[in-house]
């Protein structure tokens, strides 16, 4: 079935998210729109800094006070800017489930793992004590923690920092979400728990009642093993969004062209320049300053729209003129 078909279950418009510092407001998330669709994977990459952890802790509502928000994150006919906490907290790691950056963070010190998965299955789905430690046991199992029965006696000081993300993926999917955002899996992982991690994703995704998957990323290596779209995130704006193929084959903008030509298996050719600080972005295209095409536009000192093109939807002038005379749906 094309990506374009599966049903969205998270569909987030013109979202704009700023921080208000010593130094004044700070625009991070600037016009963000994009779909989560059931049993597919989304993958946001891009450079550290441009916002990428600051889009999934919005739709999870856990923005810090100075933040203020706008736009919309449509889930179940509600935007979930406009709720309030107490029914926040209804869907917070229940309906949307956050796996985040740096998993000691959401682990209980203080709670074997079958323990941390069973309060979920006793709590949400009413099951009794000893089904909740068999059927914990069956998730770690499923998701590749081996031997499971001793991951789930496990503190989560006793385990590895790969098993541990395994371990934060069960429990965020015990409670069987609509919605998984996952951020940076792979962060410190050597190759074989890498491969876990891919495996354990996977199964996931393959899971009868398989969530829409948010995945976080700046290893596109991975992206690409698991992804069904890629959205390419640069100085808190999408430059572009694609069917993960499409990206991998024929990515539009400059900066996915950049992206992929810097991984070691591409000539590993590093990009020019540095990502802006997100306090004093570029004006016009973001990406004006980096881009070997700008020079001799002077368009570029406009900030182009999201453009349609064939399969992809891309930020950048050098399309204006072929643009398709409708939106593709991502
Ligand atoms: N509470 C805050 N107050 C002010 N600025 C913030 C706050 N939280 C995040 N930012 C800024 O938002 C920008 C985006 O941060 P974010 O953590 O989303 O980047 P990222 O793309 O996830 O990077 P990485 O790949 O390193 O994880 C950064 O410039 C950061 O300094
Ligand atoms: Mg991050």
Redesign the pocket.
């Known amino acids: 079935m094309p990506v374009t078909d599966t049903e969205v279950i998270l569909r987030i418009r013109g979202l704009k998210v700023s ?1 208000q ?1 010593e130094r004044g407001r ?1 625009d ?1 998330l600037d016009d963000i729109s994009l779909n989560l669709r059931k049993g597919r994977v989304l993958s946001l990459v ?1 450079e ?7 889009l999934g802790i919005s739709i999870m509502r856990l923005l ?1 006070s ?2 203020s928000s706008s736009g919309e994150i449509l889930y179940g006919g509600k935007n979930l800017l406009d709720l309030n906490e107490r029914s926040m907290r209804e869907i917070r790691g229940k309906e949307i489930a956050w796996i985040p ?1 740096n998993p000691d963070t959401m682990l209980n010190p203080t709670l074997k793992i079958g323990d941390q998965i069973g309060e979920i299955l006793i709590e949400r789905y009413g099951y009794k004590r000893k089904e909740a430690w068999k059927t914990s046991v069956e998730i770690l199992r499923k998701l590749g923690l081996n031997p499971p029965e001793r991951i789930a006696r496990s503190y989560p000081h006793q385990l590895s920092g790969g098993m541990k993300q395994r371990a934060l993926l069960a429990i965020g999917i015990a409670g069987k979400p609509k919605v998984l955002l996952v951020d ?1 899996p792979t962060k410190g992982l050597d190759s074989i728990m890498k491969e876990k991690a891919l495996k354990a994703l996977r199964e996931i995704k393959n899971m009868r009642d398989s969530p829409a998957i948010l995945l976080i990323t ?1 290893d596109l290596e991975f992206a690409e093993k698991l992804a069904d779209v890629i959205a390419v ?1 640069y100085c808190g704006q999408i430059v572009e969004i694609t069917k993960a193929e499409y990206f991998f084959r024929s990515p539009l903008h400059p900066y996915s062209k950049l992206l992929l030509d810097a991984l070691p298996s591409r000539g590993l050719i590093p990009i020019p320049g540095r990502h802006p600080n ?1 306090t004093d972005p570029p004006i016009g295209c973001r990406f004006h300053p980096r881009c070997p095409y700008s020079h001799s536009q002077e368009k570029c000192l406009d900030e182009p729209p999201m453009i349609p093109v064939g399969e992809n939807e891309v930020k950048c002038w050098l399309y204006d003129d072929i643009r398709n005379s409708s939106d593709n749906a991502y």
Do not use: C, D, W
């Open positions: 921080f510092t700070i991070v891009g550290s800094g441009s916002g990428k952890s600051v810090p100075n933040a950056q940076e700046h995130m997100i």
